[in-house]
């Protein structure tokens, strides 16, 4: 990565002054080179020696202009200036740049790829939304920004696994169970009272369909509570089939699909309950087991099981708390991650604390859990917003959403908002065939580019060895410093855990090819000068496999033609 040189040679110009009296002796701090906001201070500048100025005991600008002075030649690097009151710029070589499409094309589908895992286990789990019924538009911005955060991180070196956290266990899949049997026994002629707190989606309705097609009126011949139990296990296997092909349908896979349920029949929760009463860390309240939160920081206790008084199913007694501190030991402690990263939705802000504190008093390293929460999504259509319900003919569920605008539009567009901005998803914008339209802006530069190739192939141009010291053009220069600021958006967006700079990257890059295309002919008759229209193909091949790499880590097709 190019910024990693600048850096590597801004230290080397340090070591050399020093070496030779122009600075004085000091530790030299972590160096920050960025691009600047202003073009007239070059492609990449330093704030070093405003820092350093205590340190050395000299001006600002004149440490400036030491380190300009004993800065290292290198073919990247054409200039380097100083600027008040103390920045280091510095310039790249056209030469140099030119080169870089070359190493694009060797790179191709890995260029993007950074060293900043080093290997490092991480789990991502997103979605694990609860299966009781398919998936909503609320979980779509998980999925989004979950899928999107795995693929940069394993372009950063990390070694990553996809997880969903699938809740079968408690009352809300008894709930789920008790609705089908409800609506089995209903569509079988029985009498049978649906559950108040039941859920009443037609989804119901078809799962109770589907099991009597299958076994017909066989769970009426059980004892209910055997029903029930049964039912449960047959709607939760049928939704999460449901749930995963919505998942596939949205371009987002899982390594592992864990079950709650695990927890408690491997004897896991018992085990972490005795671990932290051992260590003083419950005590029994009014029939119910605390977790001494407090003793850890926190403001108030919590529940970790509940009394018998308030809930009369022991298997149902378990809190989520006290589930999410066994998956938290299963995640770090028995499958050794290195990193577990939870994609939460707002409504789960208030449980942050209790799951850090929950790995500390385990023995576990808190640095180690990063839970991301984000704000909520609302549909609008046309600047108003709209009710999300089927039975009103508006939208439910992540399917009805991809029916409507197309899953590439969903996760473009979910992922292209910072995850702590509560953010407006308008379905009129989404669906435009328009420059406004970003994901469709970024997908329709790379099918004209591909057209393009088309174009000369039809045309009989044969792609040849391109002399690329012909790209010198303000505009094809630009492009190609654009493409290779990939790297550092892997770089932020892994470090940082924000998916949301590679769509920002994305757009930037398709209006810089958009720029290229307006101002620098390509193919006859506009191109007259056939080494040029070689040089310009190059890059354009270039840019094309960086904008489907791009695409591709937010989870986005690359189109040949639209």
Known sequence: MIRHTLIDLTRQAILAAQ?????????????????????????????????????????PLQIAQTIAQYFPAHAAVEKVETAAPGFVNLTLAPAWLAAQVHDIHARGAQFGDVALGNGQRVQVEHVS??????????????????????RILRAAGYRVETEYYVNDAGSQVRHLGESIYA????????????????????????????????????????????AVRA????????????????????????????SEQSLRDSGLLDEILAKLAADDLTYEQ???????????GLDKDAVLVRSAQVVDAADERATYLASDLAYVWNKLAQRNFDRAIYVWGADHQGDVPRVYAGAQALGLDPARVTIIIYQLVRLTRGGEKIRMSKRAGEFDTLD????????????????????????????????????????????????????????????????????????????ELQLIKQMLKLEEIVELAASKLEPHHLTHYALDLGKAFSAFYDHCPILPPKQTDAALTQARLALAVAAKTVLARALDLVGVSAPETM
């Open 129 to 150: 939304a609860n299966p009781t019924g398919p998936m909503t538009v609320a979980s779509a911005r998980n999925l989004a920004l979950g899928d999107t955060l795995a």
């Open 183 to 226: 609506k089995y026994a209903q569509q079988l002629g029985r009498d049978e009272p649906f559950p108040s707190d039941g859920y009443k989606g037609e989804y119901v309705n078809e799962i109770a369909r589907d099991i009597i097609e299958r076994a017909g009126d066989a769970y009426l011949q059980m004892e209910k509570s055997e």
């Open 400 to 475: 009805d959403l991809m029916d409507e605008v197309g899953a590439d539009a969903v996760r473009f567009m979910l992922a292209a908002v910072s995850a702590n901005v509560p953010m407006d998803f308008d379905l009129e914008l989404a669906i435009a065939q328009s420059n406004e339209n970003p994901v469709y802006y970024v997908q329709y530069m790379h099918a004209r580019i591909a057209g393009i190739l088309r174009n000369a192939a039809e045309q009989g141009i044969a792609r040849a060895d391109a002399d690329v010291n012909l790209l010198s053009s303000p505009a």
């Open 231 to 258: 039912l449960k296990k047959i709607g939760v296997a049928m939704m999460l089939e449901k749930i995963r092909r919505t998942c596939e349908r949205a371009h987002a896979t899982f390594n592992v699909w864990f």
């Open 19 to 59: 070496t030779a009296g122009a600075l004085p002796a000091f530790e030299i701090p972590p160096i920050e080179i960025a691009r600047p906001p202003k073009p007239e201070m070059g492609d990449y500048s330093s704030p070093l020696a405003l820092k350093l100025a205590a340190t050395a005991k000299r001006a």
């Open 286 to 296: 009014d029939g119910a087991l605390w977790f001494k939160a407090t003793a850890l």
